[in-house]
């Protein structure tokens, strides 16, 4: 059984940075895609940043220019960095892993909370 569990959450000001960290179970392969999901009160989740299987990364527009996600796959791991954090970027953020044939395992969340 696959399982992701995110850490690095936590409180920060605007324009601060952090760096979440998922470390997966097992090994990661490089046909997963892994990325980044966030979901902030009433709202719906919405996709933050992927790489995938072909290390190409993919962004939300919110986040172009201050987020970068990245892989590890010798550490099982997969990090995003946030930059110029804004009040807006406060969410729960989910580790999100994709394998071939439907496969999907998600974490349990790290809070990131950015106040102004």
């Known amino acids: 059984q696959v399982q992701l569990v995110e850490s690095g959450g936590g409180l920060v000001q605007a324009g601060g940075s952090l760096r979440l960290s998922c470390a997966v179970s097992?090994?990661?392969?490089?046909?997963?895609?892994m990325g980044w999901y966030r979901q902030a009160p009433g709202k719906q989740r919405e996709l933050v940043a992927i790489?995938?299987?072909?290390?190409?990364?993919n962004y939300a527009d919110s986040v172009k220019g201050r987020f970068t996600v990245s892989r590890d796959n010798a550490k099982n791991t997969a990090y995003l960095q946030m930059s110029s954090l804004k009040p807006e970027d406060t969410a729960t953020y989910y580790c999100?892993?994709?394998?071939?044939?439907?496969?999907?395992?998600w974490g349990k969340g790290t809070l990131v909370t950015v106040s102004s």
């Open positions: 097992g090994s990661i392969f490089s046909s997963d895609a």
């Open positions: 999100y892993l994709s394998r071939p044939y439907g496969m999907e395992y």
């Open positions: 790489v995938t299987s072909g290390a190409s990364a």
